[in-house]
């Protein structure tokens, strides 16, 4: 059914911007009432919910992460980005994008149906 598929950069400088594409296939990004979040994975720990954007367009983000985060979509291409500014070693991670329905909380992890595989980001120097 709903496939997802993250990509970009697997390796990041420090001080940069992460970048990453969430494409997604067998239903559409703007589909009632979802909403399509980045959720990361740093190495030895547990997932960390980044942001959303729902399929109203509307975005939400982790209050730690808000400030260096954007969530954008191209409803041509049935995509979703994400943005995360100035990374450090500390955003190293798995980085997944997943859907979940707009009743289930962001941090539910089993409410998400749907995940992309997952991509890793280095970021080092």
């Known amino acids: 059914q709903v496939q997802l598929q993250e990509s970009g950069p697997g390796l990041v400088k420090p001080s940069q911007t992460l970048s990453l594409t969430c494409t997604v296939s067998?239903?559409?990004?703007?589909?009632?009432?979802?909403?399509w979040s980045w959720i990361r994975q740093p190495p030895g720990k547990g997932l960390e919910w980044i942001g959303y954007m729902a399929y109203s367009g509307s975005t939400d983000y982790s209050p730690s992460l808000k400030s260096r985060t954007s969530i954008s979509r191209d409803t041509s291409k049935n995509q979703f980005t994400l943005q995360l500014s100035s990374v450090t070693p500390e955003d190293t991670a798995v980085y997944y994008c997943?859907?979940?329905?707009?009743?289930?909380?962001?941090?539910?992890?089993?409410?998400?149906?749907?995940w992309g595989q997952g991509t890793q980001v280095t970021v080092s120097s």
């Open positions: 067998g239903g559409s990004i703007t589909t009632k009432y979802y909403y």
């Open positions: 997943a859907r979940a329905p707009i009743t289930r909380a962001t941090t539910e992890w089993d409410a998400y149906d749907y």
